[in-house]
C-alpha cells in the first residue's frame, strides 16, 4: 500500500497501527528471506530438481525491464486513473497491464518486487477513487480480488500465496477520503475468504496469519455494520486463536503476533454477546505460562477496553506476578544488552594496516564511535532552554533505545491496571484491573504495584544519566524492587533476563522473526511466583 493510503488508513484505525505494521514487515521479510534464499525449505523456495512443485503463471518479463515498455504503461496507467474517458479506447491493455503485474508474483524470481508492485496496484485503485474514477477505481478492486484469491486457492509458492492474502485484506469497497474525514469501508466479498482460509486446515500458517491480519483490520473498521451472527462467528474463531497454544511449526514469539491480532480483533468488536468469554480470556492468559509478553502485552492494554463482569473473579495475585514478571524481564534483558556492550573487545591488530584503516578506529579500544557520536547528538540539550530545569545529560544511543522499549512495555501494564498510562491516583481510576478488584487485600496489593511501576518507569527515564554501565546499574536496582513484589520471599536472580526478546531485540530491529524459527524453551523463560 502506498505511503499515502496507508497514513490515512492509520488515522481512521482504532488499534495499535505499528503493530499491523512491524506484523507486515514480518512477512514481507519472510517472503525476502525465500527471494534471497535464506529459507531452504522445498516449501519456500525451488522445489527439487525433476517436476517443479509449485506452478507459476505465464507473463512478460520484458514489461519491467524494457524502458520504451515500462515508459509506455506508465503512462497509459496515469492516463487512465486519472481520466476514465481514456479507458474505452485502451481498455484491452489496461486490464492485460494488471494481469502481468499480478502473474510475475508468482514467479520466485520477482518476490522481493512482490510488495512494491502490490502497492504500485493499491496506489492506483487509491489515486482513481481520490479523482472521481469510481469505474476505474471499483474495477481495479474487483479485479485484484479475483486475482488475488485466484493466487491463495491455487498451487502457488507459499510466499506469493502469503502476499496475495495480504492483498485481499487490504482490498476496499469504498476508498478512504482525508477531506471528507471518512475512513475506508474494506470490501465486504473479502471477508468469507479470509474466514476460510483461518478456518479450514488445508491452508498453510503463514496464510492464516495474514488472513487473520486482513480480518483484524475488517474488524477495527467495520464491525460495526456486521450482523449479529458474524460477530459472533468472528469472536469465537479470536478466542480459539487467541487461546490455542503455538502450532508446532509457529515459534513462540510469531504465535504472539497472532494472539496479539486476536486479541485488537475482540476488542473491535466490543460484541456484548461474549463478554464473559473475553474477559476470561484477556485475564487467564498472564497465568499460562506459554503466553508470550507480546500477547501479555496486548491483553494489559486491552483491559480497560473490555468488560469484566461482576461475578467474574480474576485471578488477581497471579495476574499481577505475571505482569510485574514480564517488566522485570524487560529490564533484565536491557540491563544486560547493554553491559555486554561495554565488554573488552579484543583490539585489532595494528600489524599491516594502512592509515585508511587505522583511520576506522577513532574510538577507545578500537571501536568506531561514528554511530554513538550520532546518538549523542540527538539527545544533546534535552531539557535545557526550560525556566527551572535541570538541564539533561546527553545519553547514548543504547540508553535511548532502552528507555524507548521500556516505556512501551512498562506503560501497557500501567494501563492495564489503571485504565491510562500516565501517572495517576488508583483510588479514582474506574477502568483497569484496579478498578474491578473487590477483594480489598488484592486490590491494595494492585495498587502497591502501580506505585511500584511508577517509582521504576522514574528511574528508567531518569535523565542525569549519561554513562551506559550506570545506566545498567540502575536498570539492575529498578530490577531488584519488582522481583521483590513478585517474589518477597527469595533474593533476586542478580542476572537474570537472557531469554529471546518478544519484539525481536527491541521493536526497533530490522530482524523479524521466523513462523518456523525454533520455539523457546519455556522453561527458561522467567516465571511469576506461584506458576508451575
Known sequence: MSHRVEATHAASLQNSHRARQLLAAWFVGLIAAVALGAIASPA???????????????????????????????????????????????KDFFVKIYQNIFASMTDPAEFANLQPRRAEVMKDIYNAARRGNTQVSRGLSIMSFQQCKAIA???????????????????????????????????????????EIVEDAKYDDGLRVAAIQGIQRHASLNAERWKPELQDKVADLMIATAQESAPKDRNLEAHGWVQMLAINTLVSLKNPRRVDQVAKLVMELPTKEDSSQMALVYAARATPKIEIPKEFKPQADAVLKSWATQIVGSIAREAKRIEDLEKPRPKASMMGMGSGEMGMMSGPEGYDMGGMEMGMGMEMGMGMGMPGATAAKPQTVEIILARRMLNDVIESFHLGLTGTRAKTDPARVSKGLVANLSDEKEKADAVRLVALIDEVKEGVNDTMISKNLEYAERLRELEAKLQAFVNPDAAADPKPGNNASPFFDGPFSSAPPALNRTEPNVASRPKAAGQN
Not at 515498455?69 to 496507467?77: G, M
Not at 502457488?156 to 502469503?162: E, K, N, S, T
Not at 492474502?165 to 477531506?179: A, Q, T, W, Y
Request: hydrophobic share 40%; glycine share 6%.
Open 44 to 90: 519456500w523456495g525451488q522445489a527439487a530438481a525433476g517436476k517443479p512443485q509449485y506452478d507459476v503463471m505465464k507473463y512478460q518479463p520484458n514489461w519491467f525491464t524494457e524502458k520504451s515498455i515500462v515508459n509506455r504503461i506508465k503512462q497509459i496507467r496515469s492516463q487512465i486513473v486519472s481520466d476514465p474517458a481514456q479507458l474505452s479506447e485502451q
Open 153 to 195: 486457492q491455487g498451487n502457488y509458492y507459499p510466499g506469493a500465496r502469503i502476499n496475495a492474502v495480504f492483498m485481499i485484506g487490504e482490498l476496499n469497497d469504498r476508498e478512504p477520503n482525508s477531506l471528507e474525514k471518512k475512513a475506508p469501508i474494506p470490501m465486504q466479498a473479502a471477508l468469507p475468504l479470509l474466514l
